[in-house]
């Protein structure tokens, strides 16, 4: 594997600026921030509330989800110290901040894949369901040994001998003969395909309605959960299963990979900061409350808690909401996904649009369909999230980050002198609000101009110099990767999907 060749930085306007020229404000990236973070992942907490206790599961959210801002800080400052970019003006992308582009393409890569895959699956067979529930039955196209339409209903399964307890449309051991495509899938490809296409500015608005009926449907949970009434003996203080503690929260907030895309997508006085912490802290309440009234209501919850519900145990209108519920929050952050995939890879010259398109949109829809019946392989997907996911979100940009600190360090005043002082400098210019790394700068000289921009990662009252920021990176660096070998090893254990 080569290194990767330096290349200047691109100084073409953005993809977004040219077809869309308003940029996302404040509340479409929060909306985007809370939407990346309340993925599957979270359909798990009133089981693990039950499982690991109230208090070390609310530790561990608070914990995870300080880390993930912290990260997430990280690599936007890495971007801000491209040259000229404090305003994060360029398409800077994940894998412009690393050594081995195409090693970082590709973990990258397998990284959102799966999650794209695996939330695709999921998003069909729900639609599928909810078909049944109404119609009360949907319909596929099987293709061999020959072509015919079949038809599925609840009752031909049954709720506790299903996957993992689920019921889910034309189950393997029933229909087992060639491939299916159901009626499910085509709604959600014809719903969902177009959004892919999109840009991440022209998405903004299914974001924003993705995130408004996030917060209704978890309301409309909750009143179910309080009305079905309350009993402090499933909720105990500490609890008897710790292993997947860590994975199940680890895997929810997982933001990293999207900040890129974000930067470069929003307007100028939109506090990346901001965004992130409050996003953080909006989920992280969602978290608490959706996690501690579903325990404390529902006697031996199941891991996936919308099983329950949708079996219309809390009533026949929660039962609808929460099949709304996998569409439009699961469903919705598909596209994203693809947003992302896309913009890596296009922006960075490693693919042209049109095939960034094919590969990021076209793959991911057609490689679902032939996994839409294999279970196994949907384990697979989220053993490769869960990995690649603490890899690519969590432990490449605290490294990227403290290898930079540790490059600033080795530079000596003279080498620093000269370069700032050429005739050669372009002169890079600091954007509105950017503060110079003057730690970096020799004690001498006072500079007019600097090549880089700054955003804060963590509170100036605790690190107040730059080597105080590598040692908190590094610090931060150890305690993720003790958490991501927990999460794995958690996982392992409990041989979960």
Known sequence: MSSKTTRPTSTRPTSDSIEAPTKIAYWGCLAI????LTGPGMLDLPATFQESGVIPTICVIFLVSILSSLTSLSLANLIAKKPNNSNFRHEIEYSDLFGYERLTHFLFFCTIMSQCIASIV?????????IAT???RTYAVQFAPGPEFVAWQEGECDHGKGYHGK???FQKDLYNQGFIFTLGYAVATVVLLPLGLMNL????SSQLLSFILLLVFLAEFVVAFIIQGDDVSHVPLFGTNYFSLFGVVFFNFALTPTIPSLLHSKSEDTSIYKVIFHSNILVVSLYVVLGYFGADSIPKVPSNFLTYLSQGRLGFETGIVSDLFSFFIIGLGIPLFQVVMRNNL????????????FVTVIVPWTLSWFLY????VVDVLSWTGLVLNGIVGYLMPLYAAYSFYSRADSESEHQERSRLLSDDNPGYSYGVGATPPVSILPKSIKPRIAPFGRVSVFPKWIVKSQQQEKTATMILGLLTTAIVVLAIIGKIITGGP
Not at 201 to 204: L, S
Not at 349 to 355: A, P
Not at 373 to 376: F, L, N, S, V
């Open 33 to 36: 921030c809370v939407n990346n």
């Open 122 to 130: 999921n998003v069909a067979q729900v639609i599928d369901a909810f």
């Open 134 to 136: 109404l119609a009360p």
């Open 167 to 169: 019921c889910l449309p």
């Open 201 to 204: 500015t022209e998405n903004v």
């Open 346 to 357: 296009v922006n960075t010259r490693m693919v042209t649009e049109r095939t960034g398109k």
């Open 373 to 376: 019946q294999g279970d196994a």
